[in-house]
Structure formats: C-alpha cells, structure tokens
C-alpha cells in the first residue's frame, strides 16, 4: 500500500468548528483542514433548511473530494456532532471505563451509497453533581497512544471548559470540569472588571504570577467570587496598571482552578503527586504549566496532535482499519 493512500478520514466536530483529517498509514496526517461550520453555525442549503441538510453539506465542504478519490475510505467524527444538537445522538457511555473500549460503542450515520458515519461517544460521569466530557475522551485516547509511564496519569485540558481526566492502568476512572475559559471572558467582557482592563497581544507574566500566588495565598481562602474584584481595586490604588489586569484575572481563575483540583484529589485519596499530560493550545499549557509548578506539580508533558492520533485509535478499536 503507497505511503500517501488514505486509510481513514477523521473529523473533529465542535460547537464553533469543524477540522477534517486525512490519514494514511498509522495515522499519519496527510492532509488537514478547518472550516467554521461548527454544530451551531452549519451552512445554509438552498431549498432545505433542515439541520440534517446542513450537517451534509458541511461534510461534503470539509471531505467530499477525498471521499471522491477514496470512496471506500472508512469515516469518523468525534466532538459535538454526536451530542444532542448533533448530526446523530451518540449517547454518553458511564464511567469507570476502559480507553480500549471506546471504540466499541460508535454511533452510525448512514450518509448514502453504502457509506457511514461513525461517531464517538461522549462519557457520563454519574453522581450528586453529574458530569460530562465529549470530544476530549478521543484526545486522552490519542494521548495515552505512547504513553509508557506508571499506573495512574492526570490528563488535563484547559480551554473554554477546562477537564481533569484521571486515568488508571488505562481506565478512565473520574474527571472534573472547571469554567474557568468561558468564566473569564463573561467577567472581562461583560462585567465592571472590564471596564478598566487594557488588553494587548503580549501577556504580562508578572501580573499573572501575581494572580496565581493570591489564589494559593491566606486572602485565597475567601474564595474566588471574593478574589477577582481585587483585579479591580488594585487598579484604583495604583498597584496593578490597565495592561496587567486581564492577566491578573487569569492568573486568579487558573489558580483557583488548580488549587481546588489538588484539593479534591486529596479529599479523594490521592496523596502522590501525579504525572500530568497537558493537551490543547501552546500558549494555554504554557501558563497551565506555570500554575502547577507553584503547586509543586512539576511531572508534566504536552501532548501533540492528540485528536488524530485518537481518532486513528477508535476507529482501530472500532475495527474499522481491519
């Protein structure tokens, strides 16, 4: 088989975007691209303006021309296009749960002329308070692919809806959600914090540091919802200029973030301080990384490509690539 045949095309399919992965042998990306037809922005069909028509022609936007010169080419899809406002439901599989046996629960689309959709499921993690992941269990599969340390790893992903997703001997056993991306855009964007805040390309590292030490600090205690008006007040007094406080407020919210996930890893048991993977975004992880090495969390590795490579592992689990 030539090196460049596709063997998989792969789809990550959010709430805002839509990437589209041509892989060939073992995974490798031979072709990628981004387009903005997340779930909730599909393009318009002239004539059909149900959302099934828009998810389709969002597929043909994003694959059709591979699928046209490799019509045999198995298809999956991980993300938000399996949720309820989806293109097919693909309902949540409980936890604890087995990385392997992922791809053992796929929900199908038939999309026509003996081709199918094949969407991962998201994972439900049941008690008082629920919880949810859906699309990030395709990307701790991808990066545990070369994963060869010990028993237990903490796979975090900050973004928007930050996730903590403990893994051990290869079983996703809990993980946590903290809103902390989506928290500080509404309080710098919507809020009277913002109305003193300079934002500029070049962070301030000082002033985030500054943040992080408050949230682990004795007036940390008082809780978050305390903590950020002082984004505010040390403005007013002088101690922290318009370019530093967006940073401050970040530095608060990660850090508040971080002290409260060790915090319940102990009040659950977990005494040893974990090896931690980090996946998304360079500039993110990097200020992640910061935040747990003031924590005394220093195991840390950044995974690369995690959604590719774990599309590639579920469609083999799947059996898809036999």
């Not at 500080?184 to 919507?190: R, T």
């Amino acid at each position: 088989m030539s090196a460049t045949a596709t063997r998989l095309i792969a789809l990550d399919w959010g709430t805002t975007s839509l990437r589209a992965y041509r892989l060939g042998e073992d995974g490798a990306v031979l072709d990628k691209r981004g387009l903005p037809w997340g779930i909730m922005n599909l393009p318009v069909v002239e004539g059909d303006f149900s959302r099934a028509a828009g998810f389709a022609k969002a597929f043909d936007e994003a694959c059709g021309d591979w699928l046209q010169s490799d019509p045999a080419t198995p298809l999956i899809a991980a993300g938000m296009v399996g949720s309820a406002q989806g293109w097919r439901e693909a309902s949540y599989v409980e936890i604890p749960l087995a990385v392997t046996d992922i791809g053992k629960q796929l929900t199908h689309v038939d999309l026509g002329a003996g081709r199918t959709l094949h969407i991962v499921p998201g994972l439900l993690q049941r008690a008082a308070l629920p919880n949810v992941i859906r699309g990030e269990e395709t990307q701790v599969v991808g990066a545990l692919d070369t994963w060869q340390g010990g028993d237990e790893v903490l796979i975090g992903l900050p973004g928007t809806h930050s996730k903590w997703v403990r893994v051990q001997n290869r079983i996703i056993t809990h993980f946590d959600t903290f809103m902390t991306g989506e928290v500080y855009a509404a309080l710098s964007q919507h809020t009277i914090l913002g109305r003193t805040m300079e934002h500029r390309e070049q962070g301030d590292p000082a002033a985030f540091e500054h943040g992080l030490r408050v949230a682990s600090s004795e007036d940390g205690r008082a809780g978050v919802l305390s903590n950020i008006f002082s984004s505010r007040t040390l403005g007013l007094v002088g101690q922290l200029d318009a370019t530093g406080q967006p940073d401050y407020l970040s530095g608060l919210l990660i850090g508040h973030e971080i002290a409260a996930l060790k915090a319940t890893r102990a009040d659950a048991g977990c005494t040893a301080a974990p090896h931690i993977i980090l996946i998304g975004d360079d500039k993110l992880c990097a200020r992640y990384r910061t935040a747990l090495n003031l924590h005394e969390l220093t195991r840390i590795d950044i995974a690369a490509q995690a959604t590719e490579r774990g599309l590639w592992k579920i469609a083999r689990q799947a059996g898809l690539l036999n």
